[in-house]
């Protein structure tokens, strides 16, 4: 039984392709989502899936202002008097708006985060899918970075269904064994990234701009992807990874305190 998170509204495309690839690699779907969090259902493996960015309240520390930086800013002191009063009026505006606009999902991170949490205790094997991925990060300590434009300076920034992107898999990492090879192409829809690395995890893939495209846990089955795997159901190569998946999910053994659901 393999638990495949997703929002309540708008996201059906990513969990019928996400539940097919988990189909064709031997295991059956179990979707949940914040209006049918199924907290008691016993599941196997975690996917954690694409959607809203994260909201950067839980793992941001407060952007504040410094005088030099409104001195640099600003040369006259009266655009300076001005400065010190209204750019953390600005800033606080904004994160109130960003925090109740239509792109963070509280919601579904607090039932995502409760999941994960779960999987790493019962040590379960669990994937991330680019936001997902980028959640296993924050819950455990790592930051993202909200704006990737700096990357993006000297190649152009690609975003497409289709793998237009490569990247290169870090030698003796989990995910090169799965996919049994050094480069690999991916799509790219992703307006985020992992900036600093939560605890026990390393980066598996970076592409050339110097994004980092996926992160494992240095001590269970768990692996995170910046792209999206399940829009790919031509490229056999993708499906490596939910196979890779159910069979962890196969050899883990079941714990004796679990109450089966059904």
């Not at 996400?18 to 209006?35: D, E, K, Q, Y």
């Not at 936001?131 to 190649?155: C, H, K, P, S």
């Not at 996919?179 to 985020?192: G, I, K, T």
Request: aromatic share 8%; hydrophobic share 40%; net charge positive.
């Amino acid at each position: 039984m393999v638990a495949i998170t997703g929002p309540d509204r708008g996201g059906w495309p990513a969990w019928f392709f996400t539940a097919l690839a988990v189909r064709r690699a031997g295991g059956r779907p179990l979707r949940i989502r914040p209006s049918r969090p199924c907290h008691h259902c016993r599941f196997d493996a975690l996917i954690i899936g694409g959607g809203a960015d994260v909201d950067p309240a839980l793992y941001d520390e407060p952007e504040s202002l410094h005088a030099a930086d409104i001195q640099a800013a600003e040369r006259r002191w009266t655009q300076r008097l001005i400065g010190y009063a209204f750019y953390p009026l600005l800033w606080l505006l904004r994160r109130m708006f960003q925090s109740h606009g239509g792109i963070l999902d509280p919601e579904r991170d607090r039932l995502e985060k409760a999941l994960i949490n779960r999987a790493l205790d019962e040590h379960r094997p669990m994937l991330g899918i680019c936001r997902g991925m980028q959640l296993i990060n924050v819950v455990l300590g790592g930051t993202l970075n909200r704006n990737l434009d700096a990357f993006y300076v000297e190649t152009p920034k690609s975003r497409s269904l289709l793998p237009v992107k490569k990247v290169a898999l870090e030698s003796g990492s989990l995910l090169e064994q799965v996919f049994d090879r050094e480069e690999l192409w991916v799509n790219a829809l992703h307006n985020q990234a992992v900036n600093g690395l939560g605890r026990k995890l390393r980066v598996a893939a970076c592409e050339p701009a110097g994004v980092i495209q996926a992160i494992e846990s240095t001590a269970d089955w768990c692996i995170g992807v910046q792209w999206h795997p399940e829009y790919l159901p031509q490229k056999n190569v993708q499906q490596r990874l939910f196979r890779a998946l159910v069979e962890a999910a196969r050899q883990t053994p079941d714990r004796p305190d679990q109450t089966r659901a059904g």
